[in-house]
């Protein structure tokens, strides 16, 4: 009889808790699980703007990296969830931040890591920083004329000297006729 009631009571604390724990995850009507961290443009110069759009963070979070110039947050895009132009399907549970990158980021690729709701994911090669180009010189890396420009200088500036004295003397020749 002992044994009867405490099983009896096992099973309603069992069958409490497990009525109990699909209201606790399905809270609001929300899963969160970040996935898919997509940042565009994926090649970017130092100073630009960087939209990052993340998966399964319907309350919106918190994405950082070493590249960007501040922490950013993550708002929820509420849509009907149909397909979109950019290919992502938007049916409340996907969230976005545009981020600035550093004047001072390394080049190379840079991680993201995305918080949403006391969840963390890392995209580790979520975009390239790229650098300036070398400016100022035209593309040139030498300093100065080299002898085989100076040669194709002087060639061009005789031509023009003996084309110019003809022109001019076969003028002079017919005004005398």
Known sequence: MRTTRALAASAAAVAALGLAAPAAVARDGMNINPSNIVALPSV??????????????????TATS????????????????????DGFRRDGTTAKGTATISNNA????????????????TN????????????GLGGSSSSG?????????????????????????????????
Request: charged share 15%.
């Open 44 to 61: 970017i110069a130092r100073g630009g703007q960087l939209t990052i759009t993340v998966d399964g963070c319907p309350t919106g979070g």
């Open 66 to 85: 070493d590249a960007f110039v501040q922490p950013v947050t993550l708002t929820p895009i509420r849509d009907d969830g149909s397909m979109h132009g």
């Open 106 to 121: 390394r080049t190379g690729t840079h991680s993201i890591t995305v918080n949403c709701g006391g969840k963390t994911l």
């Open 124 to 135: 580790p090669a979520a975009f390239t920083v790229i650098g300036g180009v070398r400016g």
């Open 145 to 177: 004329a080299t002898p085989t420009d100076l040669a194709i200088g002087g060639g061009l500036v005789a031509a023009a000297v003996i084309g110019g004295g003809l022109f001019w003397m076969r003028r002079r020749s017919e005004r005398q006729i």
